[in-house]
């Protein structure tokens, strides 16, 4: 019998949760589906059949991998500041919940800090040998591949480095159990043999591929220059940017539309780099941000001795965009005055420095932006009514991020390896609940708003580790109301989340999860310190206690 033993699972039991008011079911920040074996049985024989068993294996260990990963970041969140090995035997009591198969560690050897792994595990009731022995009788080797890619997948992320699991003995060749063995990638001797099952490069791989590469190119035959830094599929999307392609290969003056934060001065530049221009410069200005009476001179320039403080003469943006695109954003703030004069510059094609008799020929292709309604400013007589005709010619309504939630998950992404390799971070991804979350976001800040979460994010999540609902938002998310998890005699209870509501009783509710009393101080310390962004004294406010005590605890704890 093995020295080591299990913890209490009603940690993990409450991370399982069935929510009653959408329907899903919820591991962690994970979304589970409750699958027969049978079907999975199918699923498995289909693909022995029409890849051939070398391709099966390879992409059910691959399959159990992802799982694996997945669940290791549980073990962090439940039990990270605990003891080690209570943490990684998250994973074996994950697998039995799951109902993959029973587990007993025989021995289990694991230093974090060295990277030294090493573990051996029976494994009874394997629903895999169980399914392919029903399907194709005993075999001479092992069959439990997606188990062994979950407990390979699950150590790997577990111990940061690649751990690979071997089935050394298996029920499938008539045995009475599976035995399991992992090592560091490079202590096995025949690990040349093993890794091929854990990699992509394979024929199905190979093939998704050339698919993959099929439609690039078919997309961009379909749209030549399609901008890298505009992404969207949505019909909203689609619909402006089809609109700004059509208006790239002509000199007609552009006014965006939408509100702040949309990404108008992205859609510019891609105007900009589709027209034939795309060589000479694109300049950009922000009328809000330049105070009323430095406006004409940073537009048009300003002679020397114009007025006081003009020591020399300098060109304005009309001038350095000469050739190219002049952007100008938040045209809406523009000062009348300066309205007359831009007015001016579109009709001729001149402009005139601020003291300078002369007038300079400019060819610039005007591209504006505003989020206010420039027809009510017309209106209310801060905006000319000429100018107002002259630009809105040609407007593109740019839609706002909540009109075209489908687009959210591809930004993401973007966003996600953009600011991971601007903050040198890897990470796994996004959990299934921070992506909903994030499209159930109304997004009044729109495409800006996204990025400051996704950075705030990548620079939260642990490293190696995935992008939780809680790294996004601040504060609390919208409630988990009522669901039902599964009890320590493996019934489905109704529970409320929301601890603390009038209607629960506090120590009846901790008592009825059978979680023990130095489990909840533990975790009641660590949720401060989390909430508190890993400050401490405010962390202890949080708790009621001093800065000392608390100190105090977290040591006694770890
Ligand atoms: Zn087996």
Same mark, same amino acid.
Not at 70 to 88: C, I, N, Q, S
Not at 234 to 256: G, Q, R
Not at 444 to 457: D, K
């Given at each position: ?61 691959? &399959? ?31 697998? &039995? ?60 992320? $577990? &111990? ?37 099952? $854990? ?17 690039? &190119? ?341």
């Amino acid at each position: 019998m093995s020295s080591i033993r299990y913890p209490e699972d009603s940690d993990l039991r409450r991370m399982l949760r069935f929510s009653g008011e959408d329907s899903l079911i919820w591991l962690g920040e994970h979304r589970m589906v409750l699958l027969h074996a049978g079907a999975l049985s199918e699923l498995r024989k289909e693909l022995i059949g029409s890849l051939g068993i070398e391709q099966a294996r390879r992409i059910l260990t691959r &399959m159990g991998f992802a799982s694996g990963m997945r669940d290791a970041e549980l073990a962090r969140k439940v039990r990270g500041a605990g003891d080690l090995v209570d943490a990684f035997v998250v994973g074996p009591q994950l697998h &039995m919940l799951e109902g993959s198969v029973q587990v007993e560690p025989v021995r289990l050897e694991v230093d974090r800090q060295s990277g030294q792994f090493y573990g051996e595990f029976i494994w009874r009731h394997s629903w895999e040998a169980e399914v392919h022995v029903k399907e194709f009788g005993e075999e001479d080797h092992p069959v439990c591949w997606m188990q062994i890619g979950y407990a390979s997948g699950y150590t790997t992320a $577990f &111990m940061g480095r690649f751990i690979l699991f071997k089935e050394v003995e298996c029920a499938a060749t008539g045995l009475p159990n599976c035995r399991i063995v992992g090592r560091p990638v490079d202590e096995w001797p025949d690990a040349n043999e093993l890794t091929p099952y $854990f990699e992509a490069d394979s024929i199905v791989g190979r093939l998704l591929d050339l698919r993959e590469e099929m439609e690039a &190119m078919r997309r961009s035959i379909a749209c030549r220059n399609k901008a890298p830094n505009l992404i969207g599929s949505s019909t909203a999307f689609l619909h402006a940017y089809d609109l700004a392609v059509k208006a790239a290969t002509t000199n007609v003056t552009v006014l965006l539309l939408g509100e702040t934060g949309v990404g108008k001065e992205r859609f510019a530049r891609t105007l900009h780099e589709l027209s034939p221009r795309h060589e000479a410069p694109f300049v950009a200005v922000n009328c809000a941000a330049l105070p009323d009476e430095l406006i004409e001179s940073e537009l048009f320039g300003v002679e020397r001795g114009a007025f006081t403080g003009a020591h020399a003469s300098r060109p304005g943006k009309f001038e350095r965009a000469d050739g190219g695109t002049l952007f100008l954003d938040e045209l809406g703030e523009l000062p009348l005055a300066a309205q007359a004069k831009l007015l001016r510059v579109l009709q001729e094609g001149e402009i005139e420095r601020l003291g300078d008799e002369r007038t300079r020929k400019v060819n610039v292709r005007l591209v504006a932006a505003t989020n206010v309604d420039l027809h009510t400013a017309v209106a209310e007589g801060r905006f000319r009514r000429d100018l107002y005709y002259r630009l809105n010619v040609y407007p593109i309504t740019i839609p706002a991020l909540r009109e075209r939630a489908s687009d959210i998950p591809p930004l993401v992404e973007a966003m996600v390896t953009r600011f991971c390799s601007l903050h040198d971070k890897r990470l796994a991804g996004l959990t299934d609940k921070a992506m909903r979350a994030l499209k159930a976001h109304p997004w009044p800040g729109n495409v800006r708003e996204l990025e400051n979460v996704i950075e705030r994010g990548v620079i939260l999540a642990p490293h190696n580790g995935w992008i939780e609902a809680e790294h996004l938002f601040v504060g609390p998310l919208p409630a988990e109301a009522i669901h039902s998890s599964i009890s320590s005699d493996g019934r489905l209870e109704q529970r409320s989340a929301a601890l603390g509501t009038t209607s629960l009783d506090l120590p009846d509710a901790v008592l009825d999860s059978g979680m023990p009393l130095d489990a909840l101080e533990n975790e009641l310390l660590q949720r401060a310190v989390k909430r508190a962004n890993g400050n401490l004294s405010a962390a202890a406010r949080l708790l009621g206690i001093t800065r000392p005590q608390l100190n105090y605890r977290l040591k006694k704890n770890t």
